[in-house]
DNA sequence: GTCTATAGTCGGATAGAC
DNA sequence: GTCTATCCGACTATAGAC
């Protein structure tokens, strides 16, 4: 009696030896051989299912692109309900407080969700045809929902100080990976365990509470300028 | 009459068409064909003057390194200076405008330097022996100075939360160059132009101060816990 | 669908003339 | 120091048996 095999099929292998190993080496420095050897599947699989290298690699990133929106899915159907239904600032500022810690849980706490950000990070430093795959279904859809809560919140109206904000809490976040080299041996820090991650939590939602509240101090300014 | 050769000679060529090429396609997806090409110079002239393209690559770090640290001393030891002689919040907060205003600079207009934070920020991703090489010349010292500048501003002498504070800092410039494709995408900016530039770094020192002066404030309430 | 064998290409490094 | 020519290894993709 023989056991069935349970493994996912070889399409769905190389997929996933895909997020691994193009997350660790970028696109160039991976091999065919590298990623048969990790799915465990013959060289010849990759052209026959995927027509080529690059082939694996778009369907690597729209796997991403995938379980990214779902994972974002929840997040941005309650903010869209509460922004027709009204968003009080209270509110908003919960959600965005949501928010960055999901981001910074995503970006470097969950072993199956790291490898994306690390994709993501090389697609930005030099966009391919991967890029436009994914930016629409994720980097916008996170920016806009920033953008709306952070408008809530402050009550800015110009919709260019809002974005320019929401990229900057998307930097905060962004040091913790890109700039991890630096981060690990700063703080010495290595995986990012619990307790790291709550810190580093604690750390960006208190200084974008700040952020928050200069902004909408600054709108009740004259001129918008200090006193 | 001849007129002579004013060009910088051939190793000096390549390394300047290193920090070129590197910086654009990373070490793997550069070929020392593009290299030479880029340089005007034999095929063999690598091999020759580097022994290898990595030996290049790491004449390119040395060559970055020695540049930035040049372009930072006068910041430095102006600190250094002041550090001894007792440095007051105001005097600091004014250093640490000046450097986030300097790294903006260095990181998204001045063309000289721009291959230089794409390189570093390549290498924070994916560490290679030349990490080693630039991380104590120049990352260690920028921290460790924004972390002094930070501790003599706020008060704050837990040495993490200063370590903590200035990689968020770091994070809000880095934000910019990493995630070139999405602000690209957002704000619509493709160069970078001097009015940008300034928008950037008005944007990010006022709220550097916001966050240091939540960091002062949070020094005087009770357990460190907002009231 | 999965395998072996191999074609065809390219890149890094070397040899040796000048 | 600079050039041409070339080697050798590694890679992606294909052909075709099973």
């Not at 190993?21 to 970028?26: D, K, L, P, S």
């Not at 809530?152 to 974005?163: F, K, L, M, P, S």
Request: charged fraction near 20%.
């Amino acid at each position: 009696m023989n056991t069935p095999d349970t493994r996912p099929d070889a399409r769905q292998r190389l997929i996933l030896a895909g997020v691994e190993i193009f997350a660790e080496n970028g696109f160039n420095a991976t091999t065919t051989r590298m990623l048969a050897d990790k799915a465990q599947v013959n060289l010849s699989a990759i052209p026959y299912y995927f027509r080529s290298k690059e082939g694996l690699y778009l369907a690597v990133i729209e796997h991403i692109a995938d379980v990214l929106s779902a994972h974002l899915e929840p997040f941005l159907s309650k903010i869209q309900h509460l922004a027709e239904t009204g968003l009080s600032p209270e509110a908003a500022r919960g959600l965005l407080r949501d928010g960055l810690a999901t981001m910074v849980a995503v970006m470097c706490g969950d072993p199956g969700t790291v490898p994306f950000s690390q994709i993501i990070l090389r697609e930005q430093m030099a966009p391919s045809a991967a890029f436009d795959l994914i930016y629409p279904r994720v980097m916008e859809r996170i920016l806009t929902a920033f953008v709306m809560l952070i408008g809530a919140i402050t009550g800015e109206t110009d919709e260019r100080q809002c974005n320019l904000q929401a990229l900057l809490f998307i930097g905060q976040v962004l040091v913790f990976r890109g700039g991890r080299a630096t981060v690990n041996r700063r703080l010495g820090m290595t995986g990012y365990n619990t307790d790291e991650i709550a810190e580093i939590q604690e750390a960006i939602i208190s200084r974008a509470m700040a952020a928050l509240d200069f902004m909408a101090a600054r709108k009740t300014w004259p001129g918008g300028v200090r006193p």
